[in-house]
């Protein structure tokens, strides 16, 4: 059964309550992301990879991505479109925290991209995820255009960063992605955009199946 993002909100608020926690969720989303990538290209340590990550909550599944590929040995270069101080989340905010620790890490802090010469074997889509409203805002709608330029390996985290996972509909900007990895169950209107989700699959990230009790 597809969900919408409403729904998934609710059963994540479910499994929180639980005490299975958000930090928790989002590790175990970042680690799925790096044993995809581990598993396709099994010399992931020579890969450059190029990281772009919101100020949300997909932003921080992305900084998890981050550190585990970093610990394959992997070039990682972090892209964080904003301010760090105005990070949403408290699990976005330690995965910050660990990887201003970590200079195996090349963190940018990035604005404005549009002087930034970026190179990359593969990319990560942790902008915008499910949570899109209305139009895009720089620097997000140069990174969606960066990430478009680039010939690369592209992995959107959850929902290419653009798309309206419950309708489908594609804002002007848009990643178009060769991979989408989506959380605990599919999302109502990703199977008719594989034009941008590319391959799309399904990962569990460990929420309890009773979360899902009177949310479906």
Same mark, same amino acid.
């Given at each position: ?106 963190? @940018? ?5 549009? !002087? ?5 074997? =593969?990319?990560?889509? #942790? $902008? ?59 999302? @109502? ?5 594989? !034009? ?5 699959? =399904?990962?569990?990230? #460990? $929420? ?9």
């Amino acid at each position: 059964m597809d969900i919408t993002v409403k729904q998934m909100m609710q059963i994540e608020e479910n499994g929180h309550q639980m005490g299975f926690k958000r930090n928790f969720m989002m590790e175990n989303a970042g680690a799925s992301v790096t044993r995809y990538l581990s598993e396709k290209f099994p010399d992931i340590s020579s890969k450059k990879i190029l990281v772009f990550a919101g100020l949300g909550n997909n932003g921080g599944d992305a900084l998890v991505v981050a550190r585990h590929l970093a610990g394959f040995g992997s070039d990682v270069k972090v892209l964080l479109l904003g301010n760090p101080e105005k990070i949403k989340t408290d699990e976005s905010r330690i995965n910050w925290a660990i990887l201003e620790k970590m200079n195996s890490i090349d963190l @940018v802090i990035a604005s404005d991209i549009s !002087d930034l010469d970026l190179k990359a074997d =593969v990319v990560i889509d #942790g $902008i915008l995820g499910t949570g899109i409203s209305g139009e895009i805002r720089e620097p997000y709608a140069s990174a969606i255009d960066s990430i478009n330029k680039l010939k690369a390996f592209k992995i959107a985290i959850d929902i290419p960063s653009g798309l309206d996972p419950d309708t489908g509909n594609a804002n002007d900007k848009c990643v178009k992605a060769d991979v989408t990895i989506t959380f605990h169950k599919m999302k @109502v209107g990703m199977p008719k955009r594989k !034009d941008m989700c590319g391959t799309i699959l =399904v990962e569990k990230i #460990g $929420i309890p199946s009773e979360a899902e009790v009177g949310v479906l």
